[in-house]
């Protein structure tokens, strides 16, 4: 299974046990203050990423490894006075049930959460975008995938054309390239 699949499986998990008015999300990776207010928008708020791995193995063609995850909590102001912070607190406590003994529903979880450490991210430029920030991270041994033989790699499309959309800047035009890649012939 790819890391993406499995990251799909713990954000469908954590938005099956949490409450409906917390939006849970997968997310490339660890926030700066420009994503930090893009996000907020869809706050009380849950983005999982996968942060990396380690101690990949090999066995029979299976691969394996200690995934690295993170939770990361982002909560505002709401009406009738529910302060950011206590709204991130309550989803911390909900998030501290939910993740140890967890396999998320997969046969790929080969143990259980570990490491599991909470840390509050909040920082005066945090707190100057108007919301609360939380990471919960642990690791957890997984099954990766299984490695292709000569036979299904060669039935792999190549790799001939790399699209690329980005911003540049807020609520500029996306920047579009094509690149075509020279190719190999047999």
């Not at 490894?65 to 709401?78: L, P, R, S």
């Amino acid at each position: 299974m790819s890391l993406e699949l499995l990251r799909t499986a713990v954000v469908d998990k954590i938005d099956e046990l949490t409450p409906d008015a917390v939006h849970c999300d997968s997310h490339g990776g660890r926030f700066d203050l420009n994503e930090l207010k893009r996000v907020s928008a869809k706050a009380p708020a849950v983005y999982v990423a996968t942060l990396g791995f380690s101690n990949l193995k090999e066995s029979s063609g299976t691969y394996e490894a200690t995934v690295a995850w993170g939770a990361f909590i982002v909560a505002k102001d709401q009406p009738k006075k529910v302060k950011r912070d206590q709204v991130a607190l309550s989803i911390v406590d909900m998030l501290s049930l939910i993740i140890p003994g967890n396999n998320w529903d997969l046969e790929e979880t080969l143990g259980s959460p570990e490491r599991i450490q909470s840390d509050n991210l909040f920082s005066a430029l945090v707190d100057k975008a108007g919301v609360a920030m939380w990471a919960i991270t642990w690791r957890q041994h997984m099954q990766l995938g299984q490695a292709m033989t000569e036979d299904e790699l060669a039935t792999l499309d190549l790799f001939k054309t790399f699209d690329a959309k980005f911003p540049i800047a807020d609520k500029a035009p996306v920047a579009e390239d094509e690149v075509n890649l020279p190719q190999e012939v047999e």
